[in-house]
């Protein structure tokens, strides 16, 4: 199996990039012999998306090399952080990109769907809203975990999850 990740946001310092770590670490300890590639949504700067920047100057290089890693796999592991209820510009820019490449940008993957935050609802509104609209582009969402408080659910000592999430994200992951 051939599984790319990576997190929905552009920080530095992402809780999410994080959690999507974690998840591929568990996939290479599950199956071993399964090809994970963490993509960091930093490596592909693009315009902000309008039919005016794509007309005049095409689809840019980044969502075109963006989309060739998403497509190059059988499943894709996505925490997506949230940004007042929805996704973060940057994950949205990117994602209006390749859908003008493919409107089924998902197409065939299995998905598993993670959020986190520093709040209660670790990111469920857009991990639901991501839920909802997958099917629309191709995907099968497998497993979702939304992780809340996650300074809590997370040992910043040990760099790793506390176990009972370790425990919830290594079932989501054992869905791929």
Same mark, same amino acid.
């Given at each position: ?66 989309? +060739? %890693?998403? &497509?190059?796999?059988?499943?894709? $592991?996505? @925490? ?8 973060? #510009? ?31 609802? +670790? %990111?469920? &509104?857009?991990?639901?809203?991501? $839920?909802? @609209? ?8 497998? #497993? ?33």
């Amino acid at each position: 199996m051939k599984c790319t990740a990576f997190a929905a946001s552009t920080s530095s310092t992402s809780i999410n990039k994080q959690l999507v770590n974690a998840a591929a670490s568990l996939l290479r300890g599950q199956r071993p012999e399964a090809s994970v590639d963490v993509l960091d949504l930093r490596d592909y700067p693009m315009p902000m998306f309008s039919e005016d920047q794509q007309r005049e100057h095409g689809i840019p290089d980044a969502a075109v090399r963006f989309l +060739g %890693g998403v &497509s190059a796999c059988d499943a894709l $592991i996505i @925490s997506f952080a949230e940004h007042n209820g929805g996704y973060t #510009a940057a994950y949205k820019n990117a994602f209006d990109w390749m859908s003008r490449i493919s409107q089924r940008v998902f197409e065939g993957k299995r998905v598993v769907a993670l959020s986190t935050s520093p709040g209660k609802r +670790g %990111g469920a &509104s857009v991990l639901e809203s991501f $839920i909802r @609209s997958a099917p629309h582009f191709g995907a099968e969402v497998v #497993a979702s975990l939304p992780v809340p408080v996650f300074h809590e659910a997370y040992d910043r000592a040990a760099g790793a999850l506390a176990p009972e999430w370790e425990a919830k994200l290594a079932e989501a992951v054992r869905a791929l």
